[in-house]
């Protein structure tokens, strides 16, 4: 396969690299460029370059399959000197996305123009590196240093019209963009060429700079951001062949770091969830049309997420008191978008147009999907399928959001079993990214799809789980509230646990995160448990419970709270509730801790595996990222399981 192909016109010459998918910078791609570097530099009908990119993007970075691998030459800051140092000056045409080795290349070009949708990044810091050919020091040479620390110690992607107004772009092109590029070289010629980037001047910057920006580069929990932010100080006060040194060796020095590995490990399984392997070659059924049963707030939150989404949502209640203030909950969420810049008025006025509620079922006959989102009561949701089996189309999907429940004995009896659907949202479900699908025994392969597809759709992390109490996420969530808790009953105080939580990478530990949540929710369920018959131990939490403390919302949980004061106070209250049944005080390390915890996670998340709920370690990872907020750069519980956590 030719990677490079050139044709010139009028001394110009327009270079387009192919190489599919997203013209990632392969070993292969980096030679190319070096040796047609050389080519058009000997070539005296040449004035000019142009670089473009076949197909949906510019270059996205480098090519995942060599990550881990060692490098091959020439080196991607070589090719980059190259290009910046070539006798004929280069321009880059990006559309797309241009990322980290992509805008890397952009930026040895002498110019970069861009397509009115693109995006420029080096996203290199949330895979656990820094940028590893002159990101750290190109960039501030080009935007200056505030700018540049902005974009590279959080990773985020800059739209065309910022990065143009920063100075990375020289011109944002309308029309086709190859052809409106060709112009600007010319253009370009008939003025004196500006200096490359690394000819261009950087000032030191005061002392109180660096400090404000290390304490926002440090909230990221890992070292990845502050190691590119001591680069980028570096580029202010080295030359430029010393500030490229430094990038490069902190490049190889974090790669192989368990924080850059773990990081790696959660990028390909994110980039592979949304379209799992086993339904490649399986059409989902069309979507346009939702239902959305209960206008709580987890059903206002998934009305909210489908209308993002473009999808046309009617919400059904029980009755008109209900139905209006459901349809009010996702006003509100609309408001909150347009109140933190996130809707235009036109956006918001958008939103509401596709959005419309009834009390009565016969609203859904045309609707694609439906998603029962209602009280987590079997016989509620059983009697809402009912509903839903007399008045749908026998093709539309049938889901329910249980958190809990059996799917199976929710949808029992309804007509066409293969259309039904579990899709656990997490609350709140327009913020959310994580969606359990959990296929029924008859769900038809283009039905389970078709969850897939509405995940893309909503901008979801999918995972499938198979049936059981809780699926993957509020199982492991059980095992590793159950684990808290036996620490505390050998003695260890409940504040240490968290603290050792938040230490490991947690916004929050265990227990403030049931007082946030609240503690009767699982009470509640272990209750139904035991009024079934089942043999459920006596929690902890069922003590503080039944005593009035259920979190936060009741002022004590676990801790006690000020009014209108969030933060959680040792509550001398629940140690006199729990002393007959903790142990004398026995604190441990924190690492201790932690590792009893991921190890409890991890452990029932084997048995998952085992039993079939959960089809690969990645997924449980996935899971409990983007569900339960266990640090990405650790990796997940299955992934910090297998670079053998210290035992307790």
Not at 65 to 93: M, T
Not at 403 to 426: A, I, K, N, W
Not at 596 to 604: D, I, Q, R
Request: glycine residues 10%; negative net charge.
């Amino acid at each position: 396969m030719t990677l490079l192909t050139c044709r010139i016109d009028a001394g110009i010459a327009c270079v387009t690299l192919d190489n599919p998918p997203v013209n990632a910078l392969s070993a292969a791609v980096r030679r190319a460029l070096w040796d047609m570097a050389e080519t058009l530099d000997a070539d005296p009908a040449v004035r000019a370059v142009v670089l473009t990119c076949a197909g949906r993007t510019f270059i996205a970075g480098a090519d995942v399959r060599e990550f881990g691998q060692p490098p091959v030459e020439p080196h991607l800051p070589d090719v980059v000197a190259r290009l910046e140092g070539a006798a004929k000056p280069w321009v880059a045409a990006i559309h797309g996305a241009a990322l980290g080795g992509g805008l890397e290349v952009a930026m040895g070009c002498r110019f970069r123009v861009a397509a009115p949708t693109a995006r420029v990044g080096l996203p290199e810091v949330t895979l656990g590196i820094v940028p590893g050919a002159s990101g750290t020091v190109r960039t501030p040479r080009l935007v200056g240093m505030a700018a540049a620390v902005d974009l590279v110690t959080s990773g985020r992607h800059w739209p065309a019209a910022k990065a143009l107004e920063a100075g990375l772009l020289d011109a944002v092109l309308d029309g086709d963009l190859t052809e409106a590029a060709m112009g600007f070289a010319r253009r370009a010629l008939e003025k004196d060429l500006p200096d490359p980037a690394s000819a261009r001047p950087l000032s030191p910057m005061p002392e109180e700079f660096w400090t404000e920006a290390r304490k926002t580069a440090a909230r990221a929990g890992h070292a990845a951001p502050l190691a590119a932010l001591d680069c980028l100080r570096c580029a202010s006060e080295a030359p430029f062949a010393e500030a490229m040194a430094k990038e490069r060796e902190t490049f190889l020095a974090l790669r192989p770091t368990p924080e850059a590995q773990a990081l790696r490990h959660v990028f390909f399984a994110e980039r592979a969830a949304p379209r799992p392997a086993a339904l490649k070659e399986v059409a989902p059924r069309a979507l346009q049309r939702v239902g959305v049963i209960g206008g709580g707030t987890m059903g206002a939150g998934i009305a909210a997420a489908c209308r993002e989404a473009g999808l046309e949502v009617v919400l059904i209640e029980r009755d008109d008191a209900a139905l209006a203030r459901g349809l009010a909950a996702v006003e509100a969420i609309f408001d909150g978008a347009m109140a933190r810049g996130k809707l235009s008025q036109a956006d918001r006025a958008a939103r509401s147009d596709g959005l419309s509620g009834s009390t009565g079922y016969d609203r859904l006959a045309e609707a694609d999907l439906v998603i029962e989102a209602v009280f987590e009561d079997a016989a509620v949701k059983r009697a809402v399928f009912a509903e839903l089996g007399r008045h749908c189309r026998a093709d539309a999907v049938l889901a329910t959001n249980t958190s809990y429940l059996d799917p199976r004995g929710l949808t029992e009896g309804v007509p066409h079993p293969e259309r039904m659907l579990g899709l656990h949202f997490f609350s709140p479900a327009h913020v959310m990214k994580l969606l359990e699908i959990v296929p029924l025994p008859d769900t038809a392969p283009e039905v389970l799809a078709t969850g897939f597809a509405l995940a893309r759709a909503l901008g979801k992390m999918p995972v499938q789980a198979g049936i059981c109490e809780g699926f993957i996420g509020n199982r492991i969530l059980k095992r590793t509230r159950a684990e808290a808790e036996q620490l505390v009953r050998r003695g260890v105080p409940l504040a240490q646990v968290d603290a050792a939580m938040r230490a490991y990478g947690f916004r929050m530990g265990p227990f403030e995160a049931q007082d946030l949540g609240g503690l009767d929710i699982a009470y509640l369920q272990r209750e139904g448990a035991r009024a079934d018959g089942q043999d459920v131990p006596e929690t902890l939490g069922d003590l503080l419970v039944r005593a009035g403390r259920k979190g936060q919302k009741t002022g004590g949980g676990w801790y006690d709270y000020a009014e209108g004061d969030r933060r959680p106070q040792v509550s001398p209250t629940v140690e006199a509730l729990l002393a007959p049944h903790v142990a004398a005080a026995d604190p441990l390390p924190p690492e201790a801790i932690a590792a009893a915890l991921v190890g409890a996670m991890a452990a029932e998340g084997q048995a998952l595996l085992a039993e079939g709920i959960a089809q690969a370690p990645a997924d449980i990872d996935l899971v409990k990222i983007h569900g339960y907020g266990f640090p990405r750069w650790k990796g997940g519980p299955m992934f910090a399981a297998a670079l053998e956590m210290p035992s307790i």
